[in-house]
Structure formats: C-alpha cells, structure tokens
C-alpha cells in the first residue's frame, strides 16, 4: 500500500535499487546540505480512522529504525506500552520518496480502538497479540507478577492462542535490524511491550519482504533494552546485559561472546564495515567499541575530542565507506563526524533545510546511510516530511 489503505500481502518484492525522482533531487543539492522531502509524512499510511497519538508513538516512544539497503528503504516498527498498540511494518522508499505500510493490526483492532483481549497484559511476555476473542490460561501458568511464564510461550496451549503474524507492539531501542544475508529486518527480542511495558520477550521474529509474512527465528538469549547493527556479511550483533551476542540468521543460531563492556540503553549502534570493527555512541565524549574480528571480540572504550557539546538522547549513529566515518546525529542540522583512527570528531552544521528537534525519546536508527545513493536518511515525527542530508565528497 502507497500513501492508501490496505497493505500489499503476499506481493513479490525480491529487491533491487530501482531510479526514482529522488535522484534529481540529490544530484540538484550542494555537498553538505539537508533537503526536506516534500510530502513525505508517515502518518498519511497510518491504519485508518486515524488517531494521532498512537501513530505518532510508532517513532517517538522510543522507537527506532533499520535500513533495507537491498532495496533502498528505511523501515520502522515501534510504539509499545501504552502509548502506541501499532505493529504495522511501515517502509520509506528513497527512491519514489513514498511511505508504504505492509502490514495491517490484528482483527478487531483499528487505527483508534483496541479489542480487551489485545490489552490482557498476561501473554505479554509471549511478545504475540491474541488469535482469540479471550485467553484461557490457569493460574499455575502465570509468574508472580501476573505474566505468563517465558518457558510456557511455547507450550502448545497457550501458543495456540496467539498469532505468530502479529507482533505485540514494543518500545524498539535498538533491538531492531536489518540483515543483508536474507533480505529481512528482525525484531530481536522486545521490551515496553504494549499495554503494560512492564515486561519483555525473547521472541525473534524476521519480517520477509517477499512474502509480505513474519518468520520466527531463534530466540533471544537475554531480554534487554539493547542496541544492534549489521556486519558486512549480515550477522546481527546484538548488544545486552553487559554481553555481546551475535545473531546469524541464515543459520539461525545466537552466539554469545564475552561479557565485558556496558549497558547501551540509549545508544546508537553502526558497523565500520572495512575494518569490522562496532561502534556504539551515547554521550559521543567517549566510544565503546568491539573488534567483531578478533576471537575474543575485544571490548575498548575510546576517548574522544572535537565535540563542543554531547551528541546524546540517544543519537542516530551511521558509518559510511565512502566517507570512512562514523556520522552522529544529536537533531537540528548539526551532526558529528567521527574518524574512530584518531579519536577525532569534526562537527559541522548542514545548510539548506532544517530538519528540526530530533523525536523527544532519541532518534536510534531513524537515521541511517544510504550505500546506494550515498546520502543519509531522517525520520523524526511521523507528522513531519522525512529529511536526506548529502555529505561531502571529502570527510572534513
């Protein structure tokens, strides 16, 4: 579906970097300039009657994105705990400059009403919505804080009570991505899960473009408020619980690697992808790293200079070959450019259109680099246009 209701379900969609009008606009913009696109709100492919709180939540209750570099994309899924009980696919094509929503709410649910059973907060922890109209679950199954017990989400009573192909809206962090190797964008775990946002779910599921169909995947090991990017090969690194966990998800298997370095609560995440190294950036002042090719996975904080004031709240972070640079973005036109050799960022102040205050719960991967086209992409409300940013030919 493009800018209408509807979702296109089971429509073929292989890949491929298609042209499109973008292409005239960024050839048309100087080096180092932002430009607005226009007509480009997310909330016009919003599940109808619409409601704007719970649309707006998809991006603003600290939610973030994943990029479909296949396919020149930016996705986004989000909103959870009360604030939003969306669980919509939503895609940004670069290309025609058009929002798509591929997915549609469970049965019963509209743009503005929930059915009681979605908001029976016991199989939250099962990470699903219902399949049925009410739930019948004993008492013995249930934690002491009133959730079904993780281990029993799998237990076919109570699985068949829920619907794989509907997600249970979740406030996203970073435990979202995308992975080159099968085409798919991955929730890898969820907490702040609608209604209550008082519990969490190791539930993995990878969302098929070309089937238009959620995939299940292995299970998270840890549930946390985590932060993720993709390796050149399209492994998922996946960052918890002080640990480092690796997701291949062709094989379908999680790795877990030595547990050094910190919690990422409000961190963004990017892969240097010629030296394979993971970069994860809060405050900017310093940087945590891994050296995903050494067999320890060598966990290091990186002191930094240059920044006159914290990229933090949760900074969209992504890493250009082209540049070889990590480029943090705190909102506004500023960013930060970050040479990881040296320790080093340069901060600079994008002309042309001012893309505004970043989303109130940070941006995380709603900011992401375009391999394709070579630019970078924003999103920060889905009542505002989304925002590219040309960088210069040059890493200043």
């Not at 499109?20 to 430009?35: F, N, V």
């Not at 929503?101 to 939250?124: A, C, H, I």
């Not at 790293?289 to 709240?313: E, F, I, M, N, R």
Request: proline residues 8%; charged residues 20%; aromatic residues 10%.
């Amino acid at each position: 579906m493009d800018g209408g209701d509807g979702a296109d379900s089971g429509v073929p969609d292989a890949g491929g970097v298609e042209p499109g009008p973008i292409d005239a606009i960024i050839a048309a913009m100087p080096e180092g300039s932002w430009k607005e696109l226009p007509n480009t709100q997310m909330a016009d492919v919003c599940p109808q009657p619409y409601s704007s709180y719970p649309c707006e939540a998809v991006m603003i209750a600290w939610s973030g994105g994943a990029y479909d570099s296949l396919r020149d994309r930016l996705v986004v899924w989000g909103g959870g705990h009360d604030d939003s009980p969306y669980n919509n696919v939503f895609t940004f094509d670069l290309a025609s400059m058009m929002w798509k929503r591929w997915t549609e709410l469970p049965s019963g649910m509209t743009g503005n009403s929930v059915t009681p059973v979605m908001r029976d907060k016991r199989v939250e922890s099962c990470g699903l919505y219902p399949s049925v109209t009410s739930l019948d679950i004993p008492d013995a199954g249930l934690g002491s804080t009133g959730y079904v017990r993780s281990e029993l989400c799998e237990d076919t009573s109570i699985r068949s009570q829920l619907d794989v192909q509907q997600p249970r809206s979740a406030h996203t962090y970073g435990n979202i991505a995308f992975s080159e190797a099968t085409g798919r964008f991955y929730v890898l775990g969820s907490v702040g899960t609608y209604p209550s946002g008082q519990t969490g779910s190791q539930l993995v599921l990878g969302f098929d473009f070309a089937t238009a169909r959620w995939v299940r995947g292995a299970n998270n090991p840890v549930i946390d408020y985590g932060a993720s990017a993709a390796d050149a090969r399209g492994h998922l690194w996946y960052i918890g619980s002080r640990k480092l966990h690796e997701y291949d998800p062709v094989a379908d298997t999680w790795t877990a690697h030595a547990p050094n370095g910190e919690g990422y609560y409000y961190a963004g995440a990017a892969v240097d992808t010629k030296r394979n190294v993971l970069a994860l950036v809060r405050e900017g002042a310093t940087v945590s790293t891994y050296a995903l090719s050494a067999p320890g996975k060598t966990h290091a904080t990186v002191a930094t200079t240059g920044l006159s004031s914290p990229v933090g709240g949760a900074p969209g972070l992504a890493y250009s070959p082209v540049l070889d640079r990590f480029v943090a973005y705190p909102g506004g036109r500023r960013l930060a450019i970050l040479d990881l050799q040296t320790g080093k960022w340069v901060e600079v102040t994008g002309t042309g259109d001012d893309p505004g205050p970043p989303a109130s719960n940070g941006t995380y991967g709603r900011f992401r680099y375009s391999p394709a086209r070579n630019v970078f992409v924003v999103a920060n409300s889905t009542r505002r246009n989304v925002f590219i940013w040309k960088p210069p030919t040059v890493a200043p």
